[in-house]
T-cell receptor, first 111, second 112 residues
């Protein structure tokens, strides 16, 4: 299972775009990249998953360069309610990636 | 469709006791995973069950065990509780191991 490295914390202001980068130098050919969001006293919630290039859904975009050694979660125009911990997971599509969550990135959105 | 439910939501035990936590997955989901979350260690994987079989196990002592029933409901048991077992225990379900996980609200266990 590929190990991931994320910043411990980030601050942003409402209305700004936030980019959280995750490093995964040892990513394997069959590995996918998945991001989760967690609010205090709640379980994590799936945000987005991708394999290469760019993936976009209604809440976020995921940018993956050609070498796949890193990925960037992009949250457009954040609001106070986006204050949460964001986890980057990397692993096989069989689901083994979910075994390693790590400590995540604590995003604080300021008014 | 109802989400993942966990019972009880809060629990207080003393050292040496044992505890059983319950998780009811989303209807139709056959995969259930358990996690322990603490401020110091973050979110750590405990074990995963699929169709009543343990599919994988995290790096936890044998005091932590689990099982899954034919209706996909799952229980985890912690015996001989230690102070360090105080944590939020989360359960997640998915249709299959490779599918998106949906987490429950968790059970907050306090060991005194």
């Amino acid at each position: 299972l590929a190990k991931t490295t994320q910043p411990i914390s980030m601050d942003s202001y409402e209305g700004q775009e936030v980019n959280i980068t995750c490093s995964h130098n040892n990513i394997a050919t069959n590995d996918y990249i998945t991001w989760y969001q967690q609010f205090p006293s709640q379980g994590p919630r799936f945000i987005i998953q991708g394999y290469k290039t760019k993936v976009t859904n209604e809440v976020a975009s995921l940018f993956i360069p050609a070498d796949r050694k890193s990925s960037t979660l992009s949250l457009p125009r954040v609001s106070l309610s986006d204050t949460a911990v964001y986890y980057c997971l990397v692993g096989e599509a069989s689901g083994t990636y979910k075994y390693i969550f790590g400590t995540g990135t604590r995003l604080k959105v300021l008014a | 469709k109802a989400g993942v439910t966990q019972t009880p939501r809060y629990l207080i035990k003393t050292r040496g006791q044992q505890v059983t936590l319950s998780c009811s997955p989303i209807s139709g989901h056959r995969s259930v995973s358990w996690y322990q979350q603490t401020p110091g260690q973050g979110l750590q994987f405990l074990f995963e069950y699929f169709s009543e079989t343990q599919r994988n196990k995290g790096n936890f002592p044998g005091r932590f065990s689990g099982r899954q029933f034919s209706n996909s409901r799952s229980e985890m048991n912690v015996s001989t509780l230690e102070l360090g077992d105080s944590a939020l225990y989360l359960c997640a379900s998915s249709a299959a191991p490779s599918d998106e996980q949906f987490f429950g609200p968790g059970t907050r266990l306090t060991v005194l």
